[in-house]
């Protein structure tokens, strides 16, 4: 990642299939004190790739995606609690989708769709994941235009995770292909009750 014109930060997944860029927050946010992020981002080529952002807890290697499946959802990289919004174009369901998973209090894993969403090429968009208890809400804002946000998809589930499992935030973009993926990281709140 690096700073670019105007205030954003700027990353690329690099040219080698299956490369990825990340940004991860420390392990000490929970559900059960509502914990919630939201993320404005675009990227500038949207075929052969994957993203993700939610919370998760710690990864076995933090460049890589906590949800190993989307079709038949399943988490992996060590991930066992997961609320993040996904999207994997080498999967059979290339749309985005809500899927999380916690062993703490066994919520096996699940998606639902966000509807028939795809990001469109260098369009921002802001996508926001609120945990609640056990509960989590994804909904996806196109924000490209000054002044103006459309609601663009949105789904939930109200067993999701374990709310005093502790997790944290997470945002990973990568490459399905040998063309490089570059993203325009406007800005990531996090937020949570004291």
Partial sequence: WAVAHGG????STGGTDN???????DVL??????????VRFKIDVVTGFTFELGFTDALSDETQPAVTDIDTPA???GATDV????????????TAALVSESTGQ???AKKTNLGTWTPSAGTYYTAIDQLGTDAAIAKVYDTNTTGAATLVASGSHPSA??????VRPHFLIGTRNTTAKVTDL?????????
């Fill in 8 to 11: 954003t930060v700027q990353g």
């Fill in 19 to 25: 490369g990825y860029h990340a940004i991860n927050g």
């Fill in 29 to 38: 946010w929970s559900g059960d004190k509502n914990c919630g992020m939201a």
């Fill in 75 to 77: 988490t992996g990289n």
């Fill in 83 to 94: 609320a993040v919004i996904h999207l994997d174009t080498d999967q059979t369901l290339t």
């Fill in 106 to 108: 066994p919520y096996a």
């Fill in 161 to 166: 995770l374990n709310g005093t499992t502790l």
């Fill in 186 to 194: 406007d800005f990531i709140r996090v937020w949570m009750d004291r």
